[in-house]
């Protein structure tokens, strides 16, 4: 039998059904699974609405279209890191804005000096080593000695090749320390003039080389004593004859005395002497240690200072003995100022078969006590005249 779906039943004998369903609707399928292979592509428009609840699995990456994602949907604790040029450019403001954080050191990059030619010291704590520091003349300030005082409280010295060529006129207060003062060259002083209370005492053995030139060295005040040596104490008879001869050879200028700023100077020579009964006590100045006579050989110029040779000290038949003191006075040329004296003076009887006697001390046997025998240089002030006269008269 048949079965015709308009008609109902016709024939009879067994059912055959033959039902064609192409106006099924939807919603008369209410049990069972499509196979996927029913399931034809479907569109986006048809999964717009779909509940992300029906998904499992993950979305692969390439699903997911090119349109701004908002911030909120990052997680900002990634398992990976974003690559350097994966991060845009930040304005400094966006950069920890509150300062809750400090950047650690090895966050920051190395930056060149035209980075940091106008950082502000403000910026800056605690201490800059000094390995850092490269600084040339003109960045050091004139600085009072107080601020120059650690560099050898340990032992150190500055080495020479670090002391540029500064003229004084840098050192400007306060008194260096001898032990600041390494063992230097008198060829670093190169100009200026060193002003007296900016000299320490220092021990002669500190200018190991070189020599201090004139110019350099301070100018002597007038009326100082520049050298002063005497002979006292025990008994001492010097027998002097028809030859110069030297008296001691206390008796001599040392060579630190100067010629001072006025560029004259007044020299004395007292002592005893006996025994002068026929000749003349003659005197003289030479150059210390030496036998050439001072003027002529140091000054050596007739129109500021004269010979000294020949200088009469005493006249043997109206004073045979007696204590006398002879001066002479010397002036120097200008550009001698500063440079060393060194003077010696010499007696000598013109009688030639005469020799007298210099004393001076106690003479245990007599019991008599002579005078000291002294040699004094004393700077000149500069309103001092020298005047030099022409022969045969005033």
């Not at 007296?196 to 004139?214: F, Q």
Request: hydrophobic letters at 35%; aromatic letters at 6%.
């Amino acid at each position: 039998m048949a079965y015709n779906l308009r008609t109902g039943l016709t024939g009879s004998g067994d059912i055959d059904v033959n039902v064609t369903l192409g106006d099924l609707n939807a919603a008369n399928i209410t049990s069972g699974i499509f196979d996927t292979g029913r399931i034809p592509t479907i569109g986006d428009s048809k999964v717009s609405d779909l509940n992300a609840a029906k998904l499992t699995g993950l979305v692969s990456a390439d699903r997911i279209g090119n349109g701004t994602i908002p911030k909120l949907k990052i997680s900002n604790t990634l398992d990976e890191t974003w690559a350097v040029t994966e991060i845009p450019v930040l304005p400094k403001a966006q950069i920890d804005p509150y300062h809750n954080e400090q950047w650690h050191v090895d966050d920051l990059p190395t930056l060149g000096n035209a980075k940091i030619s106008d950082l502000s010291a403000t910026k800056l704590t605690g201490t800059i080593a000094s390995e850092r520091l490269s600084l040339v003349t003109t960045d050091i300030p004139t600085l009072p000695k107080t601020k120059v005082s650690t560099h050898a409280v340990d032992g150190e010295t500055w080495p020479i090749d670090d002391i540029p060529s500064l003229p004084a006129t840098k050192i400007t207060s306060g008194q260096f320390d001898v032990a600041r003062i390494p063992d230097l060259s008198a060829d670093q002083i190169t100009s200026d003039t060193l002003a007296v209370g900016r000299i320490p005492n220092l021990d002669a053995s500190k200018i190991t080389t070189g020599t201090i030139s004139s110019a350099r060295l301070p100018v002597v005040s007038t009326h100082d004593i520049l050298d002063y040596n005497a002979i006292n104490g025990d008994y001492l008879v010097k027998s002097v004859g028809n030859t110069y001869t030297s008296i001691h050879s206390s008796l001599r200028s040392n060579a630190v005395t100067v010629v001072p700023a006025s560029q004259m100077v007044e020299i004395e020579l007292s002592f005893y002497y006996n025994g002068l009964n026929y000749g003349n006590l003659l005197g003289r100045l030479v150059d210390g240690g030496t036998n050439y006579e001072y003027v002529d050989q140091v000054i050596n110029n007739a129109n500021l200072s004269t010979s000294t040779e020949n200088t009469l000290v005493a006249v043997g038949s109206s004073s045979p003995s007696g204590y006398t003191t002879i001066t002479w006075t010397l002036k120097f040329a200008a550009a001698q100022v500063g440079d060393d004296i060194d003077i010696e003076p010499q007696l000598k009887d013109d009688y030639p078969q005469e020799t007298i006697g210099v004393r001076s001390g106690l003479n245990s046997t007599s019991g008599v006590c002579f005078p000291s025998t002294i040699f004094k240089i004393t700077a000149l002030p500069t309103t001092s005249t020298l005047t030099m006269h022409l022969t045969g008269g005033f």
